[in-house]
């Protein structure tokens, strides 16, 4: 007769040999993304780092939005290298961690298909899989955030106290990499105060235990509040209606399509079709825990759609973007893993492949995008100013474009770093009208736009199109060359 129990080991050994096998292809993957040219946000962050004469002016004098203190730190302690890479070298380890913790946490939580299932979906995630691999503060928030869940979970199982000297500097740093991690805090705030509820212990005991574990985070979130958060300079950018925003983080956590372009003042069908998704799995998500008695269904309920919510609605945010929730995925994909796992046991053996389906069509639904960003990268502009290079006589080369800002900040920087690159003089809009350059780049974030043929600039002269530098979406630009030409405009 065969032994059921051996068939079970062979079944374990499989799924963890699966589990390995997925964790090894997606920091294959994080590490393919961080190669390639920065691009403005991260060069941006660059320059505090490089501007400040000591570590303590990274928090004392830039309280900017694009300075995430933990990132810009890592930043200024790497000095200036050859190779660009070591600039995202903290986000790509924080990336690869990521995706272990969360595997780490589901099977701990729930098992190995869940921890399967959950490797798979956030190490092939396309939002994920971007800031895995971009120098700045997203992907160790996202580190951090999973590191605080583990040990404050293992605390409340297990009551050791020794595992609050994880949570906290896990907290602090979490909050240190991005401002939104408050969003997580605030969550496990609830989650650990629940527990106290259902433990019956006495009132003076359960606050004391609740304040041994939050009271250090929070504290210091009060503090980092008034401190630099208070004061904060937002850099601005494109303003996008709040539902928009909200839709394209739903329809990328998905893999759905995102056709319309992003300025269009209403929602586009698959931003709706995508919210409607989210709300399928996290309610049921949610249930299903509720009905276990697992008390993380306040966890994930708080995480998912209540601090969300009330960030939107405490801070009412000029300038919105789908990253800003970037640190809510990983728990909604773990959600995902879970609601699939359990209803593949509730089916019987010959369909329980259906429950795995919406797996199966998210990770396909994330592949092109990731295809786009391993091969096409953020921008490829240090590849544009050689290109004027090779084309120009010799002496200074005139470059303009149109926006000083963005384009001046990244042509400045990579001109330092390419050979050459001293004959390059950019020359800002406003003094076109007395020296017109020669090389002029235009620059635009929609990857399927197709640029005009020619720029008829009056009093300033003709620019005819040269060559397109693309990008893969969301982090960088399309560089679209356009060179000055002296015959007459196209009719």
Same mark, same amino acid.
């Given at each position: ?5 051996? %068939? ?197 005991? %359960? ?171 953020? %921008? ?112």
């Amino acid at each position: 007769m065969p032994d059921p129990l051996n %068939g079970e080991t062979k079944h374990l050994k499989f799924i963890r040999l699966a589990i390995g096998c997925a964790f090894l292809l997606s920091s294959a993957a994080i590490i393919a993304a961080a190669r390639g040219d920065l691009w403005l946000d991260e060069i941006w962050s660059l320059a505090f780092a490089h501007d400040a004469r000591s570590a303590a002016d990274i928090f004392l004098h830039y309280h900017h939005d694009n300075n995430h203190p933990l990132c810009t730190l890592f930043l200024y302690c790497v000095g200036e290298p050859d190779c660009l890479y070591v600039y995202r070298l903290l986000s790509v380890l924080s990336g690869i961690g990521a995706v272990l913790l969360a595997g780490f946490v589901a099977k701990e939580e729930w098992g190995y298909p869940e921890a399967l299932c959950s490797v798979v979906l956030i190490g092939s995630s396309y939002p994920l899989l971007l800031y895995f691999s971009e120098a700045r503060g997203y992907a160790p928030a996202i580190f951090f955030g999973l590191a605080a869940y583990a040990a404050l979970r293992h605390n409340l199982r297990s009551r050791h106290w020794a595992t609050l000297v994880l949570f906290w500097p896990a907290s602090i740093l979490g909050m240190l990499s991005h401002a939104t991690f408050i969003m997580l805090s605030a969550s496990l705030f609830l989650a650990s105060l629940a527990h106290q509820v259902q433990a019956h212990e006495s009132i003076r005991r %359960g606050i004391m235990r609740l304040l041994a574990q939050h009271y250090v985070p929070l504290t210091f979130f009060a503090w980092w509040y008034v401190f630099y958060l208070k004061d904060m300079e937002i850099g601005g950018g494109p303003v996008y209606r709040t539902w928009a925003v909200i839709g394209q983080a739903s329809a990328l956590i998905f893999g759905l399509p995102d056709a319309v372009a992003f300025h269009v003042a209403n929602i586009t069908a698959f931003h709706a079709v995508a919210i409607i998704f989210i709300l399928l799995v996290v309610v049921p998500g949610v249930a299903i825990l509720y009905w276990r008695h697992d008390l993380q269904w306040i966890f994930f309920l708080a995480m998912l759609l209540i601090m969300p919510a009330a960030m939107l609605i405490l801070s009412r945010p000029k300038f919105l973007y789908f990253r800003y929730f970037i640190i809510c995925f990983p728990f909604f994909l773990l959600l995902l893993a879970q609601l699939a796992c359990h209803c593949s046991r509730l089916c019987p053996p010959r369909w329980r492949w259906l429950a795995f389906a919406p797996i199966v069509l998210v990770v396909a639904g994330q592949i092109p995008r990731d295809y786009h960003l391993l091969v096409t990268g953020r %921008g490829d502009y240090s590849a544009a100013l050689e290109y004027i290079l090779a084309a120009s006589p010799d002496g200074p080369i005139t470059v303009g474009s149109d926006h000083d800002f963005r384009n001046g900040m990244v042509i400045g920087f990579y001109a330092h770093r390419i050979t050459g690159g001293e004959r390059l003089r950019y020359l800002d809009q406003s003094r076109w009208l007395v020296e017109s350059p020669e090389w002029i780049f235009a620059h635009n974030q929609d990857r399927t736009f197709q640029p005009i043929q020619e720029h008829a600039l009056k009093g300033i002269g003709v620019y005819r199109l040269i060559k397109v530098f693309p990008f893969s979406g969301i982090s960088g630009w399309n560089w679209v060359l356009y060179r000055r030409s002296f015959e007459p405009p196209a009719p």
